[in-house]
C-alpha cells in the first residue's frame, strides 16, 4: 500500500472540499425527496432574499459573507426555477432587487421544518470527538486573524535557506 502524498493537516483544504461534496450530495438527496426543488448551494442565499425581501445582490453579498458575483452566478437558476422574481430598484435603475415567489416562499417553508432534523443529524457525527461544526468555525475565525503567511516561518521564504 502507498503513501499518499496529499494527505494530512497540510491539505485541510482538500478534506473540507471532500466534506462539502460530500454535505451537498446528501443534502440534495435529502431536499429531492422532500420535493424541494432549492440548489443545495443556494438554500442559504434563498434565506437571505428571505430575510431581506427585496435584496440587492450587493446587500445579500455582504449578508452571507460572500462575493457579489458568487450570488449573481447563482440568480439565474433560482429565477429559471421560479423560486425568486428580480425587479428594477426604484431609486437605481441599474440595480435589481430580488424576492421570493409563492413557489420560493413554500419551498422554504418545507426546508424550514428539515432544518431541526438536519442539525439532529449533525450532531450525531462526532460522537466522542470534537464538533465538527465549531471545530471549523473555530478554524476559520483563526485564520482570519492570523492568517497561514503569518503562521509559517518567514526562514522559509528565504532563497538561500531553502533545499535544492
Known sequence: MTTRQWTGRVFLGRLAETLST?????????????GLVIPVKSCSLMMAIRSRDPGAAVDLARDL??????????????????????????QDRRRKLFRLTDT????LAVADTLFPAIERAYDGLGEGAT?????MEATIAALKARPLVERVDPRLFDPALRRP
Open 22 to 34: 460530500l454535505i451537498e450530495s446528501q443534502s440534495a438527496d435529502l431536499f429531492n425527496t422532500a
Open 65 to 90: 459573507d460572500c462575493s457579489h458575483q458568487l450570488v449573481l452566478q447563482k440568480i439565474p437558476k433560482l429565477l429559471q426555477l421560479g423560486l425568486i422574481e428580480q425587479e428594477p430598484c426604484s
Open 104 to 107: 420560493g416562499r413554500s419551498n
Open 131 to 135: 464538533d465538527v461544526y465549531e471545530a
